[in-house]
């Protein structure tokens, strides 16, 4: 069964924790936590005391998508707050191994992030050290965004990779996923597929979790 995580970055920040343990209790896998610098994606959203504030919340992993430049800065501050998972662009740092590696010793579940117009090559060097890629299906920075068809084939592209190398290497995307485009990305291979307008802006949460995961039919 594919894992829905729900981006909080469509919610009203005002009442986040409230926000986050109603997503639990409606049978979200993940909660996603978009972090923005103001250098790599224009706005500016939150650092790691929103993982600190969210905490007691909610007892699923923490999904943390750092949109930032220089990410390796950043690893410990999330670690100590209690993220469970983070996940880096490769667009936004020289040493993308060792970045990765300091996730995985901190004991939590590394990404790594591919934006629409980035060659899967970029993360083939280290698929066999991480625990899931991140597909971007639009391109980083804001929510509500139209899902971009073509990065289908990156998905496709990359189960085929990680299929052959027999890994257990989870497939995430991000953007535009919706009711209709979340059956297109799992055909394609996903198996996590974050949502934030689709979830958050939906009357009833858990009916939109369970459409995402195609349990509901639309
Ligand atoms: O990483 C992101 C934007 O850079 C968000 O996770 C993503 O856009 C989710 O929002 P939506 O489902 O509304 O597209
Ligand atoms: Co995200």
């Known amino acids: ?12 920040f005002s009442k986040m924790g409230q926000t986050v343990k109603e997503l639990t209790d409606s049978g979200a896998d993940w909660i996603h936590i978009d972090v923005m610098d103001g250098q790599f994606v224009p706005p500016i959203t939150f650092g790691h005391q929103m993982v600190e504030a969210i905490r007691p919340y909610t007892d699923l992993p923490l ?52 934006n629409p117009a980035t060659p899967i ?11 899931f890629v991140l597909q971007m299906t639009v391109n980083p920075g804001f929510g509500g965004q139209s899902f971009i068809p073509s990065t289908l084939n990156q998905i ?52 939109a979790i369970k459409q995402i995961r195609g349990e509901k039919k639309v």
Not at 1 to 12: C, T
Not at 82 to 104: F, M, P, R, Y
Not at 121 to 128: S, T
């Open 63 to 114: 999904d943390v998508h750092l949109m930032v430049e220089k990410p390796e800065n950043q690893i410990d501050f999330f670690v100590k707050a209690g993220a469970d998972c983070i996940s880096v662009h490769v667009e936004a740092t020289k040493h993308l191994h060792k970045t990765i590696h300091s996730i995985k010793e901190a004991g939590l579940k590394a990404g790594v992030v591919l």
């Open 156 to 207: 496709k592209a990359l189960r085929t990779l990680i299929d052959d190398k027999q890994l257990p290497v989870d497939i995430q995307v991000d953007g535009g996923v919706n009711q209709e485009t979340a059956l297109a990305c799992i055909d394609a291979g996903a198996t996590i597929l974050v949502a934030g307008s689709a979830i958050l802006g939906h009357a009833d949460y858990s009916d």
């Open 1 to 12: 069964m594919v894992k829905v995580a729900p981006s909080i970055l469509a919610s009203d």
């Open 121 to 131: 090559g970029f993360v083939e060097p280290v698929i066999g050290d991480i625990d």
